[in-house]
């Protein structure tokens, strides 16, 4: 909904834009002797000045937003170019908007009489301003169309106990989602019942991933079940891609998720290991050429505990 009215808005901009920026305001000759073009009309410099700034509101809201659009795509660089580029034809106001290097400055500068006609320029704006107008309902629907498409290629999980974690775990790798991230830390509740305790809670993200590799997954397993699963499933082939251990009171359980890659690198893991050891595996590993690529680690009464992948 809000993509149809951000393309509607961008339509029915068109004559407001034509209406006010193609506006002469007149023209004074400076003491310098340069005279600027404004129309036919003569204007005080007072005059002149409310006309540039009624130009200025209108314009310096635009080139704001195309600014902020050109953080993300190339669509605010064209919005404010063409714009400026309008205005300092035809009421000697510009702007330069450097939306990369987070910059936006404002001038005015003097314009010679420009030889072409005043119909000639209105009609060369009128077709610039509708052609700008088009482009950017096109492109805004595009924009819109494909955060569409990849928002539903992405959902998140938050905050669900074991067993509905799973229910959902299973709704979703029916539909054709895989979890890329799951992650486990005391479930938030709002109030505590009567003998109720602190238990774990589930977030994941899952994605569809067509053409994918196989996948195994595994959440809420304890350290023995988790070197059990280790091991089954290195043998088989596949590597972990994410490692989670989270902590709720002295208990402690891991989430991982296990991918089996054609020709994959060499690599090395360790769970269950406190802070001196994960150092040492830490110094040891590096020194032999392998970079961490998977670190978590919770805070149990006893200590802090560690996971982690090394991969060469």
Known sequence: MSCLISVASVVGMS???????LKPCGS?????????????????DRGAMRCHER?????????????????QSPLGQSLTDELGTLVK???????LAHSRNVRLRLFTEDTRRSPKSKKEIKIMNRAKILGLLVSLASQTTLFCLSANIAMAQTTEVKNLPSAEYQKKFDQ?????????????????VIDYTEGEHPRFGYWATFQKVPGGPPWVARHGIDAATYQQEFNKWTQA??????????????????CVIYDKIANPPAWVARHGINNAAFQNENASWTAKGYHLKLKTSCQSPSGRVYAAMWQK
């Not at 994410?242 to 359980?253: E, K, P, T």
């Open 15 to 21: 004559s407001f834009l034509e209406q006010e920026l």
């Open 28 to 44: 004074k000759k400076g003491s310098d002797g340069v005279t600027a073009f404004r129309g036919k009309s003569h204007m005080s």
């Open 55 to 71: 130009q200025k509101q209108i314009v310096l809201p635009l080139a704001i937003s195309g600014w902020l659009w050109g953080a």
């Open 89 to 95: 034809e035809k009421c000697a106001f510009g702007w």
């Open 172 to 188: 979703l790798t029916q539909a054709g989602f895989r979890p890329v991230k799951v992650w486990s830390k005391t479930l938030g």
């Open 237 to 254: 082939g596949y590597m972990p891609t994410d490692i989670n251990v989270a902590c709720v009171g002295s208990d402690v359980r891991y």
